[in-house]
């Protein structure tokens, strides 16, 4: 599971990464709103870990600003404002939990565990396009320039992973998240048979679009 943190505090945000990677968390840090817009543009995140109060961009612009985007990922806010306005404006600008400081570790770790048990809610599309693709996951048809075909489950579920985050790179971790699910004890090759056949699928349907192999991160949708 890959978490974003987001924690001007220097000391409290390399606590925080070190206790969380101690408990198998892949976690990337940042100290401001704006670098936390750009990680969030960059890399499909499992979960978000939002500081309020950040520099030069703040935690409820920062929420704002993704959910306008229709960037769905589950946030926990983490702030000292702690008054009951301060907890409404938080979940009313799209929050799914809100952390006073100070805080236990253990109860973190209780309410990143209280979301990932929620059912994972995708954005109702009837069409996904990029480049000379489409794809109708209702029925799970693939169409490029030269034909069309009907793809499995689980191909669907990963295309449709790659179409809503289109050129960015989707590690190895969240794509097997996505795809399988958290409780999943699926084996790691089993990804790669399944990027190897949507390959296959790209390249007989007559598609510009590649998925190319990030080194040491995982896979990424471009038009080549």
């Not at 907890?87 to 100070?102: M, Q, T």
Request: charged fraction near 25%; aromatic fraction near 8%.
């Amino acid at each position: 599971m890959r978490i974003l943190l987001v924690e001007d505090d220097k000391k409290l945000n390399f606590s925080l990464k070190y206790q969380l990677e101690q408990e198998s968390f892949t976690v990337d840090s940042c100290f401001d709103g704006e670098e936390a817009v750009y990680y969030i543009e960059e890399t499909l995140y499992d979960l978000i870990l939002l500081d309020r109060m950040l520099p030069i961009q703040d935690g409820l612009s920062v929420l704002r600003q993704i959910r306008a985007k229709d960037l769905q990922t589950p946030v926990i806010m983490l702030t000292a404002l702690g008054q009951l306005q301060d907890k409404i404006d938080g979940l009313d600008c799209g929050a799914d939990d809100y952390l006073v400081k100070p805080f236990a570790f253990e109860e973190l770790c209780a309410r990143i565990r209280s979301i990932l048990r929620r059912p994972r809610q995708l954005v109702s599309t009837t069409q996904l396009c990029f480049a000379d693709l489409s794809f109708t996951p209702e029925t799970l048809m693939l169409t490029g320039p030269a034909d069309s075909c009907q793809l499995s489950r689980r191909e669907g579920a990963l295309l449709e992973a790659f179409l809503r985050n289109p050129a960015q790179s989707l590690s190895r971790s969240t794509l097997l998240l996505h795809v399988w699910g958290h409780e999943s004890e699926v084996e790691d090759g089993n990804l790669d048979n399944y990027i190897y056949f949507l390959r296959r699928r790209l390249k007989a349907v007559g598609s510009v679009a590649g998925i190319v192999t990030v080194r040491s991160v995982g896979y990424r949708l471009e038009a080549n």
